[in-house]
T-cell receptor, first 111, second 118 residues
Framework: QKEVEQDPGPLSVPEGAIVSLNCTYS??????FMWYRQYSRKGPELLMY????GNKEDGRFTAQVDKSSKYISLFIRDSQPSDSATYLC???????????FGAGTTVTVRA | GAVVSQHPSRVICKSGTSVKIECRSL??????MFWYRQFPKQSLMLMAT?????????EQGVEKDKFLINHASLTLSTLTVTSAHPEDSSFYIC??????????????FGPGTRLTVL
């Protein structure tokens, strides 16, 4: 069993739709949860991070963490073609630098 | 924002040769840098943690004699793939953690290097 599971998709939605992405994990000790966006042939860029459980909102992006279920989500509202990318979840222990990544979900927003 | 560069962005080499990839933090100092490998449609896999002035820490299953890492300064880490073979073809990405920083310990990623071994 992988430490972090993420459905690779692909996911295709029309412009303006809500994109819903999620990951599950097995290590209950993870404390920091991140979402990265990666365009083709580029390095990942951090979108959001959350510490422990709860919700966090930043513009059109909302991240949710449910530690009891070991489940995290990212929602993108009013999606745009420029949101087309691969989205990777990542998580880490509070006292460690190492990031454990999901496989990434490829999202295409159709104009 | 913090910027990390990698050079080269793409490299094609013959089997048996060695290839060096540079990772630089452009506007911050990084005591710790990380090297990842990413296969198509797969996740980033941590290969090693590079610490300035000391030996790198390699993840299980990564050959340290094949993937040589040098972190000679607070802004530069290099990864040398020695005696490269076609199975080493991959996308190599580095990240850098600013020295000091918050408890979150954010890493900033480079744009990646595409290595193709013929």
């Amino acid at each position: 069993q992988k430490e972090v599971e993420q459905d690779p998709g692909p996911l295709s939605v029309p412009e303006g739709a809500i994109v819903s992405l999620n990951c599950t994990y097995s290590n209950s000790a993870f404390q920091y949860f991140m979402w990265y966006r990666q365009y083709s042939r580029k390095g990942p860029e951090l979108l959001m991070y959350t510490y422990s459980s709860g919700n966090k909102e930043d513009g059109r992006f909302t991240a949710q963490v449910d530690k009891s279920s070991k489940y995290i989500s990212l929602f993108i509202r009013d999606s745009q073609p420029s949101d087309s990318a691969t989205y990777l979840c990542a998580m880490k222990l509070s006292n460690d630098y190492k990031l454990s990544f999901g496989a990434g979900t490829t999202v295409t927003v159709r104009a | 924002g913090a910027v990390v560069s990698q050079h080269p962005s793409r490299v094609i080499c013959k089997s048996g040769t060695s290839v060096k990839i540079e990772c630089r933090s452009l506007d911050f100092q990084a005591t710790t840098m990380f090297w990842y490998r990413q296969f198509p449609k797969q996740s980033l896999m941590l290969m090693a943690t590079s610490n300035e002035g000391s030996k790198a820490t390699y993840e299980q299953g990564v050959e340290k004699d094949k993937f040589l890492i040098n972190h000679a300064s607070l802004t530069l880490s290099t990864l040398t793939v020695t005696s490269a073979h076609p199975e080493d073809s991959s996308f190599y990405i580095c990240s850098a953690k600013p020295s000091g920083g918050s408890s979150y310990n954010e890493q900033f990623f480079g744009p990646g290097t595409r290595l193709t071994v013929l």
